[in-house]
């Protein structure tokens, strides 16, 4: 029934049918309620019942990892390296059994505890209390119709009296049920909320603890450790290790089809479409490629026989991820598409002179300024305006950076002054670590992202994505025709102060980007993987010099999740300078409220001291003679002077 949010207590006394056509749809309610919240008791305590066992097998595999130096196989001699490492793992699973004791206890106290309580003490009450309401009701039912039952003919004060008492006492005794079953109901309509968010806010609770404990269990020591490990498994032992085949392969439109020795034809490998490709180093093999799928759900790697293939397979798989081959004419596309590349990394002397020539004649009007996309632009027209538009969006003569500057180098004067720190040398030990870490640490957002670096580009303009897209264009194009596929992996974390890209071996910070001077970040419209921002810096002495430099990334398929985390990261620094702006303001409101008071205290004393001395110079004024009873009225000396000096006054007044 909508607008009915709570029973009628008042109405209790009357019982109408109303009444009691509302108490049913309130009980059907609470029935429901008790349905649902025992569904989601069983749950819960199949999630503790879980963590309990897990915490139990997670205890009692650390216990049997202790116990192998102790066991004696027939064909296995005394491996001390094997028993050390085991016993290393049986600390470490021990340390995790700790941490699920830990969160099985939380869960008991924050999650179960609660819900337990409202299921035990108040559904409980009120099906209790539906069951003496009932109760009352039936026995009232019952001296109603006694009380109906006494005869006309023969009445008998005494049995009229008893049953006049039964109908009053049982009346008050419903009276009083029914008062406190509908206050149980009304009840249970503003616990059940509680009810239901206190346990789930108890386990997201417990669960975070859980997670902080396990990452500041998780240090750089047993990273190391497990690396060591993994290491030696997959390249000493043999025990776990990947399998080569050779097999033929070729593209087919979109596709990248293989065929092995002895097949009639070849079968479907992967989408290409989209794809992104790049070098690797894997294990101890020469000319390794991997190729990742759009949506980075697949990846394979392969091997080519020489350098030349090599080359000659990642370009390919390039152009066909561009989709050139669905053009008119894929050769002279990919061959356009790889020289405007060249010119934009290496721009030859003519280009200038191209560029005039390009532009309208005087009488002519001025076509507008064309967007280029990140796949390049097909026909003649498209490359005018694409000529064009790098123009705007670019400096000509624009070197490119394929690689970050290691943090032991002295920092440029510019990018010191752009970053804040004022040329100071970053110390090469990483010592300086804890002294960067205390600047951030009290943001409210710390997000940490893997990223590998790909390049970064002066650009003449910072107001439009298209920016991020060109300089994105650029720099894959200048890396296929340079044949440069190694990238620089780093950890980015996002604050609400800065962006900063900190190596994951060391944990020193390689380069940091204050969040004000970041004033444009955007993903690749197809690829979203990729994403770049731009950073406005001063460049030189003078601060109206302002520059602004696009650095480009690639992310395992989160730069969308990155620029949101920018965009949180802006959004909160906004809202903290606004809060900062308006407390400044009620401060100052507060000063000068302040010293209107102090004015306003000092106007009152003089006014004060102004009063006194009217009544003082009024006193003085009277004549210094014997009243008739025989009194004489003594002035002091300073009340004499000041009468004095108020005859003065007056005389002076008058002569005026």
Known sequence: MPGIDKLPIEETLEDSPQTRSLLGVFEEDATAISNYMNQLYQAMHRIYDAQNELSAATHLTSKLLKEYEKQRFP?????????????????????????????????????????TQF?????????????????????????????????????????????TEDVYTSR??????MMHYFCALNTLQYKKKIALLEPLLGYMQAQISFFKMGSENLNEQLEEFLANIGTSVQNKTGLVSSTWDRQFYFTQGGNLMSQARGDVAGGLAMDIDNCSVMAVDCEDRRYCFQ???????????????SKKDHEEWICTINNISKQIYLSENPEETAARVNQSALEAVTPSPSFQQRHESLRPAAGQSRPPTA???????????????????????????????????????????????????????TNPFGESGGIIKSETEDSILHQLFIVRFLGSMEVKSDDHPDVVYETMRQILAARAIHNIFRMTESHLLVTCDCLKLIDPQTQVTRLTFPLPCVVLYATHQENKRLFGFVLRTSSGRSESNLSSVCYIFESNNEGEKICDSVGLAKQIALHAELDRRASEKQKEIE?????????????????????????????????????????????????????????????????A
């Open 371 to 425: 967007r280029t996309s990140s796949s390049g632009s097909l026909g003649s027209e498209s490359t005018n305006l694409a000529a064009l538009s790098l123009d705007s969006l670019v400096a000509p003569d624009t070197p490119i950076q394929f690689d970050i500057i290691s943090p032991v180098c002295e920092d440029q004067p510019g990018q010191a002054k752009a970053f804040g720190q004022g040329g100071r040398r």
């Open 291 to 305: 190729i990742t799928s759009f949506d980075g759900k697949k990846s394979s790697i392969l091997q080519a026989e």
């Open 119 to 163: 299921k035990e003490r108040d559904l409980k009450e009120i099906l209790t209390l539906k069951e003496v309401f009932q109760i009352a009701s039936n026995d009232h039912d019952a001296a109603i119709n006694r009380y109906s039952r006494l005869s006309k003919k023969r009445e008998n004060d005494k049995v009229k009296y008893e049953v």
């Open 75 to 115: 064909l296995g001699g005394d491996d001390e390296v094997m028993s050390s490492t085991l016993q290393q793992f049986s600390k470490v699973i021990d340390e995790l059994s700790s941490c699920h004791a830990v969160l099985s206890t939380q869960l008991a106290d924050a999650m179960m505890f609660p819900i």
């Open 591 to 655: 000063r000068v409220k302040e010293k209107q008071q102090k004015e306003l205290n000092k106007q009152k004393q003089i006014e004060k001291d102004l009063e006194e001395q009217s009544r003082l110079i009024a006193a003085s004024s009277r004549p210094n003679q014997a009243s008739s009873e025989g009194q004489f009225v003594v002035l002091s000396s300073s009340q004499s002077e000041e009468s004095d000096l108020g005859e003065g006054g007056k005389k002076r007044e008058s002569e």
């Open 172 to 177: 008050k005794k419903q009276h009083q049920t």
